[in-house]
């Protein structure tokens, strides 16, 4: 990148970055191509996908690109037959990727593992096998409850390979969150392993597990598969738990794809809504292979020399994406780590870099900002030279920790991708390519067929420099088909601002229609770039005895962007002193798990309330930050 002047001026936001001309000349989409494949599909929206379809592979192809006559129940290659394992997998073993590494995966304590095309596809054929012989069909859904470890895509692979549903549970999640999602979709399997470790700790995760099931709480659940990661003796359930390694040992090499309609689900994942319960979001296999594998190629330029790196946990959408699918998809390698990223210290995730030669790293924006916080004589201390490109999700990024990743860990020359989308999305929407003019902050424009404004709470387009609602103007392949049984949930996409996707993000258009994401434009607090509904963690409070009422806000976060912050008005009898204050953190911890941090709680005597009764978190907040928060910040208010 051309950065004549002081880098520090770039924190005004004003300053454009230029690709370094090596950049230019190796891209796979060059300046003018994206400009044309940009007027194309403009021009064509159905026309671009069709041909971004063309790229993989099918048991038999679509009557019709994109039939639109329920919608917004919008079903991308009507008619189509595919299955998004065949071209993960199946297909690579045909080809010079079979024996190419598909994934490198590192545990905590230094143990690794290297996987090459051909011994995943065999690992998932055996694990598929497996499944079926577990009782396992097309459409029944399975729940997996798993750290970063080679089964875990492993289980997903052979999962969606047999036709059935995986649904990921992160493994920070408690056992009342897990029985939640599990009961939500009824599922028959739970896959989960005996442990894993964390900061130097062993996490027992059976035991949550076996608590998310105890007595008849979730009695779809026919069996468990249990991974010994850990070696720790857990206590196994006759004829309803069995040891991964147990169940593959006789099972064949070989196994049958299952063949798909286009809109069979390939996979569900729960995320934070504006309300106490989480929302089952659907993906079908074709939409969302064709929309991940076009966006993740392009965006990331990726070549075959590449080593991709994604650090986010696969129990969130950025693991199945950028993770998993998505690098498959594009027969690249892809790491995985299993801990902690200061575990044994502060440079841990720079020597994984160094020593697996990694390409394209891609975080969110917490994990640059803790990092930051130890100092650049981490990355210092080993040979980042490999790193070609990085990228940023989850949060908005600011200027001075983008500036940062780009001088400290990108040698100033490696672009900073910053990518918005969403579970929901499935594929990346907003972002620059490496040949983009970037600016530091920016998520630039939308991809290549895709469609977004900036809007009033009318859906009148907001002028260059205003912020307003962002939506999506166009349906997109890799969208959501739709939510797990509650298709009136769904529809609220497009009614809040009728005909058009409704991100619940706010942001601005620059001059130059360059995109700046400023956050939520509802009640879900991003904490460390994983939403988290103020419904859920209000909802666990309620749990209990001494609250009366509660309201939880987002508050800005120096390391994890935002934090929660409660107002807690308790029932007579209780004392608001220090003692209940941990004690009510602590009752969120047990409800939802170390995912919901709650870093302060504030007792009042009453919480501000509309006319209606609907408690004002707005208000609470704008009084917290000390100022006005404008109008946007209040469209899910009555
Ligand atoms: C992929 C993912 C989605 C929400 C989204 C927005 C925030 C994601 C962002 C970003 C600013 C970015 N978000 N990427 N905000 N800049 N580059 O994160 O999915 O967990 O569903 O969260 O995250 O608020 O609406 P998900």
Redesign the pocket.
Known sequence: MDQSGALDSLLTEERVLRPLPQLVIEANINPQELEAARKFAAMDPLGYWEEAADELDWFKKWDQVLDDKDAPFYRWFAGARCNIVYNALDRHIETANKNRLALIWEGEPGDSRKYTYFELYREVNRFANALRSLGVRKGDRVVIYMPPLPETVIAMLATAKIGAIHSLVFAGFSAKALRQRINDCQAKLLITADGFYRNGQIINLKETADAALVGSCAECVESMVVVRRCNIGTEMTDGRDFHYDDLVRQERNEAPTEVMDAADPLFLLH?SGTTGKPKG?VHSHAGYMVGVHRSLTSVFDIKPTDIFWSTADPG???GH?AGIYGPLLAGTTSVMYEGHPNYPQADRLWSIVARYGVTIFYT??TMVRMLMRFGAQYPKQHDLSSLRLLG??????SPETWIWLYKNIGRSECPVL????????GMFM??PLPISLLKPGS?TKPLPGVEVDVVDREGNSMPPGKGGLLVVTKPWPAMMTGLWNDDDRYKEYWTKIPGVYY???VARRDEDGYIW????ADD?I?IA???IGSAEVEAAFAAHPAVCEVAVIGMPDRIKGEAAKAFVVLNDGFEPNDGMIKELKRTVRNELGPVAVVKSVEFRSELPKTRSGKILRRVLKAEDMGHEIGDLTGVDED
Do not use: L
């Open positions: 995320t979001i969130w959408v950025t994406s969110v924006p940023s999700v989850g949060e908005p990024i910053d990518t918005w989308w969403q579970t929901e999305t907003i972002a998520v991100a619940g993000d994401m400023q956050g939520r879900v991003n770039g994983h939403r």
